[in-house]
């Protein structure tokens, strides 16, 4: 997952190789507070399931670590302070159904996937 969020920040490439290129050329765009504290968080959450493995517990490692990191984001004003990005104000409750904007040309696109999908799923 944390590799999808990367290569998803990069420009659009055709090859693997390219993605990696990019990667490496843009390293130096990189805001090294956002990732010492992702680092930290990924080795705490690796923490947290390597005790819940040998101690048997049930401890919700995410959920630790998302509030520990808002915590800390808060109570350290990480945002002005280290230049880490903040999410910001997240809107409550769901968004109001509507229907996606569907054209003739979006339909035909869809044809060939759809007759795919059809197809595996009368195979298995």
Same mark, same amino acid.
């Given at each position: 997952m944390c590799l999808t969020d990367v290569t998803t920040q990069l420009p659009r490439t055709d090859t693997f190789e390219?993605? #990696? =290129?990019e990667l490496f050329t843009h390293l130096h765009e990189t805001n090294l507070w956002t990732l010492?504290?992702?680092?930290?968080?990924? !080795?705490? @959450? =690796?923490?947290?399931?390597l005790l819940n493995?040998?101690?048997?517990? !049930?401890v919700p490692g995410p959920l630790i670590v998302v509030a520990i990191?808002?915590? @800390?984001s808060f109570t350290l004003? @990480?945002?002005? &302070?280290a230049n880490i990005a903040i999410v910001g104000t997240?809107?409550?409750? @769901?968004?109001?159904? #509507?229907?996606p904007a569907f054209s003739f040309t979006d339909f035909?696109? &869809? &044809?060939?996937?759809?007759?795919?999908i059809s197809l595996i799923g009368m195979s298995s």
């Open positions: 390219d993605t #990696v =290129y010492l504290a992702s680092a930290a968080a990924l !080795l705490l @959450l =690796y923490a947290i399931q493995r040998k101690k048997g517990w !049930l990191s808002t915590i @800390l004003d @990480l945002e002005h &302070i997240i809107p409550e409750g @769901l968004p109001k159904p #509507v229907f035909i696109n &869809i &044809i060939p996937t759809a007759f795919s």
